[in-house]
């Protein structure tokens, strides 16, 4: 080891420097003492450690306030939640990365409510005796699709793991080598149909299935006929499938249930806002599916969770099995999605209140008007090196639903000769609430889709911030 080297060991700050300092900050109101002295060991044996690699070279590093400046951020950091609030400037609606669709206010309220003190979770207010958590969404969802039973479980994975263990564990589960999907997270349907226990029997081709090939396929080890929407991809041009009703009437005839996995819920239907057909959940209840799975947290608009209705033999079953205790939902969940459901009961005040539903079918004027009365506030700032200019634009669904729909939006586009767009996007990325943007040819887009009014502020701050 060089004199250098040594030199530079031999100055590194005592821990009693260190923390003589931390005390003068008041770091000990932030955190114990403990968790300050083993940050502190850390900190210093990083130091260590660089001195010894050659590659802290610089006395100045070894300053006893800046490493006292580095372990107060660090404890700083740990009392910062790293799961906090962000802006979606992307214009990908349901954004799986931001935690697709934005609770309302009514859901928040209920939350707030049922986690503050206890709850009748599972009791049974009316009789006095222990109940169970999902007779709290059973009737609600009763209502919305037309459906005999509901349960709910955790995800929508989930609730097809489910679903195939209690109807088709050692037996055979018939899907289209179409329908064999893979979405966000490496969630494959094959791989979920072995660990649930089924067994695949792939039938059709990729791009042509017929009701004849799923009949071909039944047998003695036959036990469900599953269809799977494609989520987030669609096959284009010569393509053929069986209708999901068609699929019914053959389940009917030789006494096999069938499983439609919905992917994303959708209550309402879209087309009449102009965007492409999405099935709704009424619609699929109406063909006399025996089950049906589907999201909470996509184009229903509430919290993360999978929602399985169907027949109330098949659901009783399903309930029943040991696995749904596993996979069960948690109060909150509970909470949240109980009071999104409800506003669906009057579906235009479902537009107005779910933030996703409002954003896939807001006119394209009113986004433009809500881009000027943003571009003017942050005009008002004098960014330097910072022009801005709105412009046409298109917005994604996002989520697994709508994969090929295009939004007609409005942007505002930020460019600079100075700085880079990579700049300008890390500094909004890391404002005190961040504020999540896209980049396109050197330009950074802000999408006002995705925005709501009431962010002007924080994105107003956020500006600011790097200004």
């Known amino acids: 080891m060089d004199e250098k080297r040594r030199e530079l060991l031999r100055n590194i700050p005592k821990m009693d420097e260190i923390l003589s300092i931390l005390d003068r900050q008041k770091i000990l109101e932030s955190a114990s003492r403990n968790i300050v002295l083993n940050i502190c060991r850390a900190v210093l044996?990083?130091?260590?450690?660089?001195?010894?690699?050659?590659?802290?070279?610089?006395?100045?590093?070894?300053?006893?306030?800046?490493?006292?400046?580095?372990?107060?951020?660090?404890?700083?950091?740990?009392?910062?939640?790293?799961?906090?609030?962000?802006?979606?400037?992307?214009?990908?609606?349901?954004?799986t990365n931001l935690g697709r669709a934005p609770l309302p206010e009514e859901a928040l309220e209920n939350i707030a409510n049922v986690s503050r003190g206890y709850s009748n979770l599972e009791y049974?207010?009316?009789r006095g005796k222990r109940g169970l958590r999902?007779?709290?969404l059973t009737g609600v969802l009763r209502e919305l699709t037309g459906a005999e039973d509901a349960l709910v479980v955790n995800n929508n994975a989930a609730a097809v793991l489910l679903v195939l263990n209690t109807l088709s564990n050692g037996m055979e589960s018939i899907v289209s080598r179409g329908e064999l999907i893979e979405i966000g997270g490496e969630f494959r349907i094959p791989e979920i149909m072995k660990k649930s226990g089924a067994s695949l029997r792939e039938v059709g081709t990729t791009n042509r299935t017929r009701l004849a090939d799923y009949e071909k396929a039944i047998g003695d080890n036959t036990a469900l006929i599953m269809k799977v929407h494609p989520s987030n991809y669609r096959i284009m041009g010569f393509t053929e499938e069986a209708e999901l009703s068609d699929l019914v009437g053959l389940g009917r005839k030789m006494n096999i249930p069938?499983?439609?996995?919905?992917?994303?819920?959708?209550l309402i239907d879209l087309e009449k806002f102009g965007l492409m057909k999405e099935p709704t959940v009424q619609e699929i209840v109406k063909t006399g599916a025996d089950v049906i799975s589907f999201s909470g947290d996509k184009l229903l608009g509430g919290p993360q969770a999978g929602i399985i209705i169907g027949r109330s033999d098949i659901i009783g079953d399903i309930k029943s099995n040991p696995l749904n205790r596993a996979l069960r939902i948690d109060k909150l969940t509970l909470a949240a999605l109980e009071s999104t459901?409800?506003?669906?009961?009057?579906?235009?005040?479902?537009l107005k209140k779910l933030r996703?539903?409002?954003c896939l079918t807001e006119s394209v004027e009113d986004v433009a008007k809500r881009a000027r009365k943003l571009c003017s506030i942050l005009r008002r700032l004098a960014l330097r090196d910072i022009s801005l200019e709105i412009r046409e634009g298109k917005s994604l669904s996002g989520g697994?639903?709508?994969p090929l729909q295009e939004i007609p939006?409005?942007?505002i586009v930020l460019k600079s000769e100075k700085l880079k767009a990579e700049h300008i996007e890390k500094g909004l990325r890391n404002a005190e609430i961040p504020v999540i943007t896209r980049i396109m040819e050197d330009e950074v887009l802000m999408d006002l889709r995705t925005i709501s009014e009431s962010e002007y502020k924080i994105i107003e701050k956020a500006f600011g911030e790097i200004a």
């Not at 459901?341 to 479902?350: D, G, M, Q, S, V």
Request: some cysteine.
């Open 258 to 266: 069938v499983f439609n996995d919905l992917g994303s819920g959708c």
């Open 341 to 350: 459901l409800r506003i669906y009961l009057k579906p235009e005040e479902a």
């Open 409 to 411: 939006t409005v942007l």
């Open 124 to 126: 049974n207010l009316e």
């Open 356 to 358: 996703g539903l409002h």
């Open 134 to 136: 999902y007779d709290h």
């Open 400 to 402: 697994g639903a709508l």
């Open 45 to 95: 044996e990083q130091v260590r450690a660089a001195i010894l690699a050659n590659t802290l070279t610089d006395q100045a590093l070894l300053d006893p306030e800046r490493l006292a400046t580095e372990i107060l951020s660090r404890v700083n950091g740990l009392r910062r939640n790293n799961l906090r609030q962000v802006v979606n400037a992307t214009g990908i609606l349901l954004h």
